[in-house]
């Protein structure tokens, strides 16, 4: 079990890097703490994969340093690091036995015979594989097999940390979740550094405490699902979680907070005083769908809109309303009814209405 | 303008993948195909394209039997999971490439390239080769391929499984405003319940190659015909719960007793199957007769901006389904309320007898 931190991290596949865009990781500082469950989010080319492959070893970063519990391992083989890893795609010797597979790690460490058999049996069970252990690996199903590659990470006692990179791309949608179950279950138990890398926020959210959410390159956000979803730090991790995403307005300063085209938008007081200190004319209000309120009356904090377009989706709806030209998404229960073309009075509640400049959220300063 | 399959059979060395299908698909229409791996959506739509020939029964176009037809007879687009391109020429040459084959003029082949490309937001790749395209601007470049020569029928084979879920959103809400303005028959296959509700149009249920159901999307989501129907157009699946009927109450499991309160009055004395959706259950009562069960949480899985959570005890299992983020450790103690106003009822054959009134639409 390590800590592991990255230090001045960048890295680009270049050997001349010019401007930052030759840079698949750009200048990062990130601690993986001891025994975490984690999750690395994010779409197809934020650099996910390259930091994975940087922790594991198996990409050498080309500034800054890897330190596992402080030791700088750059130079680390990924062996050496005794880190263990579960890819996409089962890995598995498809000859051997169960046991075999799961005691392999073990043979090369020399470790006793009778130690090995208690050890591979007691990751059986765990793994709820214990009735496979004298079957031949080919004969199992992909779910049986990803087990066992997890299983192969978890024998070794000496293992560092255990990086999944998308471990249930090819497990059946309907046996996804109680693979989801035991990696949870398991890491409850075992107590180590877990990070688990996908695209899928379902995946992210469900497995870690805490999510780095990946953005060209950088690591716009590091937290639990609750402040991903209530307090997106990037207009970018709005956007990502959640669906649809966060509505995102461009706007500009006005007298009492914020306004686009003819529609004045009030913002707290501790908003409007931050915003004057800060001179960027890149201001954005967002606010997610599931906060807009429609009603069909007006009051005083509503603004008249009229509905676009409604998705019924079963569980739920997603009104598309307009309001002076914007469009704007708001999620409602399935009981909602509302025509199109029809008006509707629409409110931000201010807890809700969240405030980026530069595309970073303005926090209120404690 | 319409599409028929007429007791539509096909198999392959005793296996059937296509059993006796009949529907009927009309212009201007977006068909979605539901089903789980396997269950015959991808043979069905090669039989509606001309690629392999059925054991049994006709297709039939316009009144005209095609049965025999080649595919290259037929004015069909096909978009499959992989993106396939033709990686030696440019976007522009590969949106162009059956505009070619069928020697159109060249200031008609420009003319609908780039607008093919502009409705697919892929106007500034033209001149750039598919491999240097990101995974969604791939898919991209083959969709304009296959809707460039106004095809008649538009087949979609879960085009959108390999990208992410961000961007399939996206391409989905695109795919159904495109086709609200053609008049070409458009079917598209995928095994998500979510993206069939996504789509809209109509709804055919598949299950190991027959047709469980079909119809416009809402009527198939509201009404499903039997427990198998709800499951399959359910994401998660709706629970299931056993549960006797007799003169004055009803036990699921012979062991949570309830009275027999509003719409459940009507049910006569028997074996029963009682659906609620993962949306419906709660944890707060929000009518009086709500059936509270005590459970444990088995997962909370979440999505971003839902939780599922998976809940059991010794008696039953289920999923519920809530708004914005909930964190439960695995083993926690949750009570939840069933809407005695929302179950689907079926009977001992699995076959709808009672949906609840009371779920907006008013149609059921």
């Known amino acids: 079990m390590a800590e592991i931190q990255l230090k001045s991290l960048a890295h680009s596949y270049s050997d001349t890097p010019g401007g930052p865009e030759d840079y698949a990781i750009r200048q990062l500082d990130h601690v993986w703490h001891e025994g975490g469950a984690y999750a690395l989010l994010g779409p197809s080319g934020c650099g996910k994969s390259t930091m994975l492959n940087i922790i594991s070893g198996l990409v050498q970063p080309s500034e800054g340093d890897v330190l596992f519990d402080g030791k700088r391992v750059n130079e680390l083989s990924p062996r050496d690091r005794n880190i263990a890893q579960v890819f996409q795609f089962p890995v598995v010797y498809d000859s051997m036995t169960v046991f075999d597979n799961l005691a392999f790690p073990l043979k090369n460490n020399n470790i006793p015979k009778s130690r090995i058999k208690a050890r591979v049996q007691e990751i059986a069970e765990v793994l709820e594989i214990e009735d496979k252990l004298y079957k031949k690996a080919k004969n199992l199903t992909a779910d049986e097999k990803q087990k066992v590659s997890m299983g192969r990470g978890l024998v070794r006692e000496d293992v560092s940390a255990i990086l999944f990179d998308e471990p249930l791309t090819v497990i059946d949608p309907q046996l996804k979740w109680k693979l989801r179950r035991k990696l949870k279950q398991i890491h409850e138990q075992f107590d180590i550094t877990m990070v688990y890398v996908t695209?899928?926020?379902?995946?992210?959210?469900?497995?870690?405490?805490?999510?780095?959410?990946?953005?060209?390159?950088?690591?716009?956000?590091?937290?639990?699902?609750?402040?991903?979803?209530?307090?997106?730090?990037?207009?970018?991790?709005?956007?990502?979680?959640?669906?649809?995403?966060?509505?995102?307005?461009?706007v500009e300063r006005s007298a009492a907070g914020v306004r686009f085209r003819s529609t004045q938008v009030d913002l707290a007081p501790w908003q409007i005083e931050l915003l004057t200190r800060l001179t960027s004319k890149n201001?954005?209000?967002?606010?997610?769908?599931?906060?807009?309120?429609?009603?069909?009356?007006?009051?005083?904090?509503?603004?008249?809109?009229?509905?676009?377009?409604?998705?019924?989706?079963?569980?739920?709806?997603?009104?598309?309303?307009?309001?002076?030209?914007?469009?704007?998404?708001?999620?409602?229960?399935?009981?909602?009814?509302?025509?199109?073309?029809?008006?509707?009075?629409?409110?931000?509640?201010?807890?809700?209405?969240?405030?980026?400049?530069?595309?970073?959220?303005?926090?209120e300063q404690q | 303008m319409s599409l028929t399959l007429e007791n539509l059979s096909?198999?392959?060395?005793?296996?059937?993948?296509?059993?006796?299908?009949?529907?009927?698909?009309?212009?201007?229409?977006?068909?979605?195909?539901?089903?789980?791996?396997?269950?015959?959506?991808?043979?069905?739509?090669?039989?509606?394209?001309?690629?392999?020939?059925?054991?049994?029964?006709?297709?039939?176009?316009?009144?005209?039997?095609?049965?025999?037809?080649?595919?290259?007879?037929?004015?069909?687009?096909?978009?499959?999971?992989?993106?396939?391109?033709?990686?030696?020429?440019?976007?522009?040459?590969?949106?162009?490439?059956?505009?070619?084959?069928?020697?159109?003029a060249e200031s008609e082949i420009d003319r609908r390239v780039k607008e093919t490309a502009a409705m697919l937001q892929i106007s500034p790749l033209l001149k750039r080769y598919p491999l240097a395209?990101?995974?969604?601007?791939?898919?991209?470049?083959?969709?304009?391929?296959?809707?460039?020569?106004?095809?008649?029928l538009v087949l979609f084979d879960e085009p959108l499984v390999n990208l992410d879920y961000k961007l399939r959103e996206e391409l989905r809400a695109e795919l159904r405003d495109l086709f609200r303005e053609r008049q070409c028959i458009a079917v598209y296959a995928t095994t998500e319940a979510n993206e069939a509700l996504a789509l809209g149009g109509t709804t055919t249920l598949l299950h190991e190659g027959g047709v469980i159901q079909n119809g416009p999307v809402m009527d198939v989501y509201r009404a499903p015909v039997n427990t198998l129907a709800a499951q399959l157009f359910s994401e998660p699946p709706m629970n299931m719960i056993r549960g006797r009927v007799?003169?004055?109450?009803?036990?699921?499991?012979?062991?949570?007793?309830?009275?027999?309160?509003?719409?459940?009055?009507?049910?006569?004395?028997?074996?029963?199957?009682?659906?609620?959706?993962?949306?419906?259950?709660?944890?707060?009562?929000?009518?009086?007769?709500?059936?509270?069960?005590?459970?444990?949480v088995a997962l909370?899985?979440?999505?971003?901006?839902?939780?599922?959570?998976?809940?059991?005890?010794?008696?039953?299992?289920?999923?519920?389904?809530?708004?914005?983020?909930?964190?439960?450790?695995?083993?926690?103690?949750?009570?939840?309320?069933?809407?005695?106003?929302?179950l689907f009822v079926f009977d001992s054959a699995e076959k709808l007898v009672h949906t609840p009134s009371r779920i907006s639409g008013g149609t059921v």
């Open chain 1, 283 to 363: 201001i954005k209000i967002g606010i997610r769908p599931e906060f807009i309120e429609l009603s069909p009356t007006a009051s005083d904090n509503t603004y008249q809109a009229e509905i676009l377009d409604m998705e019924d989706l079963g569980t739920y709806k997603i009104v598309t309303v307009q309001l002076d030209q914007q469009e704007m998404k708001v999620r409602m229960n399935e009981e909602f009814e509302g025509a199109i073309g029809s008006r509707t009075h629409l409110s931000f509640p201010q807890q809700w209405l969240k405030l980026y400049v530069d595309e970073f959220l303005v926090q």
């Open chain 2, 300 to 342: 909370s899985e979440i999505s971003g901006s839902e939780t599922f959570i998976h809940i059991d005890n010794s008696h039953f299992e289920m999923v519920m389904q809530l708004m914005g983020v909930h964190q439960y450790h695995t083993g926690a103690p949750v009570k939840v309320y069933l809407p005695i106003n929302k």
């Open chain 2, 246 to 296: 007799t003169d004055t109450e009803v036990a699921f499991d012979e062991y949570s007793h309830h009275a027999l309160t509003q719409e459940l009055s009507k049910l006569t004395p028997g074996d029963y199957w009682f659906g609620v959706r993962p949306s419906h259950i709660a944890l707060a009562p929000a009518n009086d007769d709500d059936l509270e069960m005590s459970m444990e």
């Open chain 2, 133 to 152: 395209l990101s995974g969604g601007q791939q898919q991209r470049t083959a969709m304009a391929r296959a809707l460039v020569k106004d095809a008649t």
């Open chain 1, 199 to 250: 695209h899928d926020q379902l995946e992210a959210s469900t497995f870690a405490d805490k999510i780095a959410v990946m953005y060209g390159g950088q690591i716009v956000q590091f937290g639990t699902p609750t402040e991903l979803f209530e307090q997106p730090n990037h207009t970018f991790v709005g956007y990502f979680i959640g669906s649809p995403g966060m509505n995102l307005i461009e």
């Open chain 2, 10 to 104: 096909y198999g392959v060395d005793g296996v059937d993948y296509v059993r006796n299908a009949n529907l009927t698909f009309q212009a201007g229409s977006f068909n979605v195909l539901l089903g789980r791996t396997l269950s015959g959506k991808t043979s069905m739509m090669r039989l509606m394209a001309g690629l392999d020939k059925p054991n049994e029964g006709r297709l039939i176009f316009n009144g005209q039997d095609v049965t025999g037809l080649s595919v290259q007879a037929r004015n069909v687009s096909m978009i499959y999971q992989q993106f396939i391109n033709y990686p030696g020429i440019t976007v522009y040459e590969n949106i162009a490439s059956p505009l070619r084959l069928a020697k159109m």
